[in-house]
């Protein structure tokens, strides 16, 4: 970290607090961590605890436990019997963090005392203090199903606070109510409101709370399946936190950005097919299991590679004769043949389709089959050219004649 001067620990408290905002998350805990050793050199016991709090913040980012029960630990000792002494950010800190571990009615506990001691607070400082306590207890009522109580706090927050003096508060109320309509299923609503948080946190250049808004963006389109958006909104993050030390740093968002990658990812693929374990999935059914039957997953593995193949007839089909010939190994005769792959095909369409009567995905195609134009397949797992596997798939397909 660049040196910054002879800084008080409420300077130190001050610019850690900057950097935190301007996601410089290292700097930011060096900064505490400065404040600390200051504070308990000079005997200040309130930036003691302030400087601990940040502590833990920074390590419930970073998703580091043992970090997190070495501050929680010491700021618990310090605050216990010093009621009197006890910061306000301590508190709030503390929901912090105890929100993300999802204890919310200790979170809950911690953000009324929190704004118990802001009162006490000079009015300067006092109203963007409480606004901040505000906005955190409207996350709490909505975290534990408080809807309409989350709803019209922030509205309130949003009218009373004043967006260019009170850091990110509104910001953060335009992102619950955000939450709010996404959990409604009104996604244009929901974008209305991340739109707002959006502006009120590039105007006071908060890009901590910025990538949140990335992150809610990300779900949204998701859920709009307009993937590509989706998708870019994630990149985009994996940008601003994968860079050296920040991978760690932001250890927290990352998580829930991969959690939504998976679910992006799962959500792409109309059918997903996993050989491994032999199972499949798909949007109607959910996952599917089939045991044994190797010859279905041969069969559904020719006809994916027929349906990502590049050719004149893009997406095309198998022809019973090549069906034949891949997955049994043998010269197709209609005579002898054509009952067998009836079956398994019927069979495959009993476990995929949602109505096997007007099949959506395993259709008929000139003198074989193919998968539906434009359907969406993700295969995972090897597939079935060694002969092992060739051996036990025809001993299942003897006994599936």
Same mark, same amino acid.
């Given at each position: ?160 606070? $004043?967006?260019?003096?009170?850091? @990110?508060?509104?910001?953060?109320? !335009?992102?619950? +109510?955000?939450?709010?309509? /996404? *959990?409604? %299923? ?51 993050? $994996?940008?601003?936190?994968?860079? @050296?030390?920040?991978?760690?740093? !932001?250890?927290? +968002?990352?998580?829930?950005? /991969? *959690?939504? %990658? ?140």
């Amino acid at each position: 970290m660049a040196q910054v001067g002879s800084l008080t620990v409420k300077g130190w408290l001050q610019f850690a607090q900057l950097r935190y905002e301007k996601c410089e998350l290292g700097e930011a805990r060096e900064a505490y961590e400065a404040a600390l050793k200051l504070a308990k050199r000079t005997g200040d016991s309130s930036g003691m605890m302030e400087a601990l709090s940040g502590l833990l913040r920074s390590a419930s980012d970073a998703l580091d436990s043992v970090a997190s029960e070495r501050w929680e630990r010491e700021l618990s000792a310090h605050m216990n019997g010093n009621d009197a002494e006890v910061p306000a950010m301590a508190w709030y800190c503390r929901g912090v963090v105890s929100r993300r571990q999802n204890r919310w009615i200790e979170a809950q506990r911690s953000v009324h005392r929190y704004l118990k001691e802001v009162r006490k607070l000079p009015a300067s400082h006092s109203e963007d203090a409480e606004s901040r306590g505000w906005v955190m207890l409207a996350m709490l009522l909505w975290n534990r199903g408080h809807k309409r109580r989350a709803e019209w706090l922030c509205h309130w927050i949003a009218q009373r606070f $004043d967006d260019s003096k009170h850091r @990110g508060a509104t910001g953060l109320a !335009f992102l619950v +109510l955000g939450n709010i309509c /996404e *959990s409604s %299923r009104d996604f244009d609503g929901a974008l209305g409101w991340y739109h707002r948080a959006h502006g009120s946190f590039l105007k006071q250049h908060h890009w901590y709370y910025y990538l949140y808004v990335l992150y809610a963006y990300a779900r949204v389109y998701r859920m709009q399946e307009n993937f590509t958006q989706a998708r870019l909104y994630l990149d985009l993050l $994996d940008q601003a936190t994968d860079n @050296g030390t920040l991978a760690s740093d !932001f250890a927290y +968002l990352r998580r829930e950005v /991969e *959690s939504e %990658r998976l679910k992006l990812d799962q959500d792409t693929v109309d059918v997903a097919i996993d050989s491994r374990q032999c199972i499949l999935e798909t949007r109607e059914k959910g996952v599917i299991s089939i045991g044994k039957q190797y010859v279905l997953l041969h069969i559904l593995e020719e006809l994916v590679h027929a349906h990502r193949a590049e050719s004149e007839e893009h997406e095309r089909g198998l022809s019973k004769a090549e069906i034949i010939r891949k997955v049994w190994k043998d010269k197709y005769r209609p005579e002898a043949h054509d009952n067998k792959l009836y079956y398994n095909i019927n069979r495959l369409r009993k476990l995929i389709e949602p109505d096997i009567r007007k099949p959506k995905y395993l259709l008929n195609w000139k003198d074989g089959y193919r998968l539906a134009p434009g359907l969406r397949v993700r295969w995972v797992g090897g597939g079935f050219g060694s002969s092992s596997t060739h051996e036990k798939n025809q001993g299942n397909s003897n006994a599936s004649r």
